[in-house]
């Protein structure tokens, strides 16, 4: 079992995406969960997070107040929400679990899925 992101695709500048990713049952319902992404020569950095019943949540200062984070525990899937898309945007986006601490933006593993490509035209 692995996570898998969906979902990305190109947009233009201020246009809008929905992100998925279907996790593990035993990950998802044991964790926060969180969004990461990584553009062409950088490291990969953290988008945001949330908690396990989804009513916490925490953004990185670039995406803070364009995207929402949202679970579905029923379906075991996390959900980015983009809107108002910047080619700053561009990147492969990742999900995983996150440390509980959702200030911190950390993953608690090393395992990745494939990313979802995220491309903004300007």
């Known amino acids: 079992a692995q996570l898998v992101e969906s979902g990305g695709g190109l947009v233009q500048a201020g246009g809008s995406l929905r992100l998925s990713c279907a996790a593990p049952t035993r990950l998802f319902r044991a964790n926060a969960m969180g969004w990461f992404r990584q553009a062409p020569g950088r490291e990969r950095e953290f988008v945001a997070a949330?908690?396990?019943?989804?009513?916490?949540?925490n953004y990185a200062d670039s995406v803070k107040g364009r995207f929402t984070i949202s679970r579905d525990n029923a379906k075991n899937t996390v959900y980015l929400q983009m809107g108002s898309l910047e080619p700053e945007d561009t990147a492969v986006y990742f999900c995983n679990a996150v440390n509980p601490l959702l200030r911190i933006g950390r993953p608690l593993f090393d395992a990745w899925g494939q990313g979802t490509q995220v491309n903004v035209s300007s």
């Open positions: 949330i908690n396990w019943s989804g009513a916490n949540t």
